[in-house]
């Protein structure tokens, strides 16, 4: 795989490649921006060696064989007089959602509409946005942008039974449904796994909701029965608005109140495990074997050897928003 580094400066564009040390390109669901990470090769007595500016809000493309894999901007940097290399912090455009801060009042808009308005006022530039067919209407004051559309893309999925992801293709933000597709065969011994580690937990388990109104009065509860006879009632309340079913928020705080059950595993490097998608697993050892999703994805290149971690989940979940109200 060629790897390709391109840097933006007030020189123009050019490549950076034979300076890179490591590269470092990492994603979370949780978090509303990709990373990476560079160690760039620097020394003050080495004639030979260029020098190159790397400007905060300078812009860093990362290829892989031609194929644009992160499109963001430098951070921060940092140096010191007994390291040979320069930690470069790069932030995909997520991290402009994440700095600005809005005030709205939507009435009955999708979350798809609500997205395109935020980003149209902020310059960021949107690609494909999922259709929920839902319309929301939320007044926020003063709310992070991803918030904003974390919220609208919430309220959507509890009524869909969906699960969607924000995410960034170079410099347009995209929003996906995450469907049980895996856009590649089984990772499994002999073909890239090289490590796999098993963990499962109930520590925040909730097997039961109860849903009561505004005033306090109890409406009714749904509850995971089997869950609750092998492990103990662990229960959860919400508030139901006026002219509102809350047993879709229920529903969904249900499911992802199951037991968690998590595998982290090594491979050889492969560009398309990105959080947010499928992937099917076979690990006899531990016992690991179907469909998981990818929660986190770190992908490190460092002499010439190219290696996935990845954190993988039974559930399908979701970075969930409950920004604004409905009033």
């Avoid at 790397?54 to 493309?61: D, S, Y």
């Avoid at 259709?131 to 007044?139: N, W």
């Avoid at 509860?221 to 002219?243: C, E, F, P």
């Amino acid at each position: 795989m060629q790897l390709k580094l391109l840097l933006t400066n007030t020189d123009g564009t050019q490549d950076v490649t034979a300076l890179i040390s490591s590269v470092t390109l990492s994603g979370d669901y949780r978090q509303c921006c990709r990373t990476l990470e560079a160690e760039v090769l620097v020394s003050p007595y080495d004639e030979a060696l260029p020098s190159v500016y790397f400007p905060l809000g300078g812009t860093v493309q990362l290829l892989a064989d031609g194929a644009l894999l992160f499109y963001g901007h430098v951070v921060s940097k940092s140096k010191a007089t007994d390291a040979p290399t320069m930690t470069v912090t790069c932030f995909d455009r997520g991290f402009y959602l994440k700095q600005n801060y809005g005030t709205y009042n939507f009435k009955s808009q999708t979350p798809e509409a609500i997205t395109r308005r935020v980003c149209r006022d902020f310059g960021i530039a949107c690609g494909a946005l999922a259709a929920t067919g839902q319309v929301i209407s939320r007044k926020f004051s003063g709310v992070a942008l991803y918030s904003i559309i974390d919220t609208a893309y919430t309220l959507a999925s509890e009524q869909t039974g969906k699960r969607y992801l924000t995410r960034f293709a170079g410099p347009a933000l995209t929003v996906i449904e995450k469907v049980a597709a895996p856009a590649r065969g089984v990772i499994e011994p002999g073909t890239g796994l090289m490590t796999a580690a098993y963990s499962e937990s109930i520590e925040n388990m909730v097997n039961r909701v109860s849903i009561y109104d505004s005033d306090d009065k109890f409406l009714r509860s749904l509850s995971d029965d089997d869950a609750v006879k092998l492990y103990g009632l662990m229960r959860s309340v919400i508030r139901q608005g006026k002219d509102e079913d809350a047993a879709g928020k229920a529903k969904k705080m249900l499911e992802d109140g199951g037991v968690e059950r998590r595998v982290t595993v090594k491979t050889l490097g492969d560009p398309s495990y990105i959080t947010g998608d499928a992937v099917q697993l076979l690990e006899p050892f531990t016992g690991q074997i179907g469909l998981f999703w990818i929660d986190t994805d770190k992908h490190i290149w460092r002499k010439g050897i190219y290696t996935n971690e990845l954190t993988l989940n039974f559930r399908n979940m979701m970075r969930e928003g409950e920004a604004g109200t409905d009033k």
